[in-house]
């Protein structure tokens, strides 16, 4: 677990972490960059005060019930072994896969569907942490039975795993608690307004394209910042020197419910206009478990347990109505 590493306050002026769901490949104009490893997210404090999120050791995380219908559908390896071996990365960010207060206890809302899955299963959840390299590596070779790892679906990643849905991928659009702003949905909602985003980053990709749709229509320009630090929007953006910023949802989603100070007015695809990217739990292809944790997953859905763990995590409205197995996932990569 040395891997983990958890942002404190005194650690406020870390870099800004890039992007906004992960892959390892990138993805053609059509579907912008959302290819960032978990540490690439912009990150929030990880503790402030009045926090609503528990981060300390002593979870008390949301259980569920064995369904022996699904748990019967597991592979018979997994089953003698009573466990499932889950894969997390070392590279996380609140509120996905982080350190407790403890900087001992892996905590987040990827590690609680993990173990909830398990429990439906009939298994013991089994944490794995290691680098994002090795994760892939690691799921391929079989060592680990699964990731839950905020890892997005792609064309190319089908060809060696199979998929089973949790999560859509989102950006977000974030204000001041207190400002007069109550949504934005589409590039019309930007015009003329001072914004502000990642350098080099997916969203910076889609926001310049907003941009450009809005001139092109006669609107005005809008005012765009770019920022390396997060902390830095974060205060220009309470202070009224912009009036949004654009990030990653699970991580912005986590400030405001730390923070209490700022809101999310809208959320956009971070697979960008033309496909909703989707965040899904990563096994080796064809190793017969995709399908039990898809039912898992669905079963989750349908008693209340899976909304319940996003709403701990402040990430609502990241809820699929149902778990997929290999849908379309982000284009293939085309040769330059």
């Known amino acids: 677990m040395s891997f983990l590493s958890r942002l404190k306050p005194a650690l406020l002026t870390a870099p800004l972490l890039l992007a906004a769901a992960c892959g390892s490949t990138g993805t053609t104009s059509a579907a912008p960059r959302s290819d960032a490893k978990p540490a690439e997210q912009a990150s929030a404090p990880a503790e402030t005060g009045g926090s609503k999120i528990n981060i300390s050791p002593q979870q008390n995380r949301i259980r569920a019930e064995k369904v022996d219908a699904i748990a019967a559908q597991v592979p018979e390896a997994i089953r003698a072994k009573g466990e499932l071996v889950v894969g997390f990365s070392g590279e996380g960010a609140p509120p996905l896969t982080f350190l407790a207060d403890d900087d001992r206890t892996v905590i987040g809302v990827e590690t609680d569907i993990a173990h909830i899955v398990a429990d439906v299963l009939g298994l013991k959840a089994r944490e794995e942490v290691t680098s994002w390299e090795n994760l892939f590596l690691s799921v391929k070779s079989g060592k680990y039975d699964v990731a839950f790892n905020n890892v997005t679906v792609t064309e190319e990643r089908k060809d060696i795993y199979d998929f089973a849905t949790y999560r859509v991928d989102q950006l977000a659009w974030q204000t001041a608690k207190n400002s007069p702003i109550t949504s934005i949905k589409q590039p019309s909602d930007i ?18 394209d907003w941009d450009t749709q809005n001139q092109k229509a006669g609107l005005k320009p809008a005012q765009i910042q770019n920022y390396q630090k997060y902390v830095d929007a974060l205060l220009s953006l309470k202070s009224g020197r912009i009036e949004a910023y654009f990030g990653p949802n699970p991580s912005l989603s986590y400030q405001d419910a730390v923070g209490g100070d700022t809101k999310i007015v809208g959320t956009v695809s971070g697979a960008g206009p033309d496909l909703q990217g989707l965040i899904a739990a990563m096994t080796k292809k064809d190793n017969g478990l995709v399908k039990p944790l898809n039912a898992a997953i669905n079963e989750l859905i349908g008693n209340g347990k899976y909304g319940e763990v996003l709403k701990r995590w402040n990430l609502s409205n ?15 990569q085309t040769a330059k």
Do not use: D, F, H, M
């Not at 015009?191 to 310049?208: D, F, M």
């Not at 990241?318 to 293939?332: H, K, M, T, Y």
């Open 191 to 208: 015009a003329g307004r001072r914004v502000a985003v990642g350098s080099g980053t997916n969203q910076e990709k889609i926001l310049v």
């Open 318 to 332: 990241e809820a699929i109505p149902e778990s997929l197995v290999n849908p379309p996932g982000l284009p293939r």
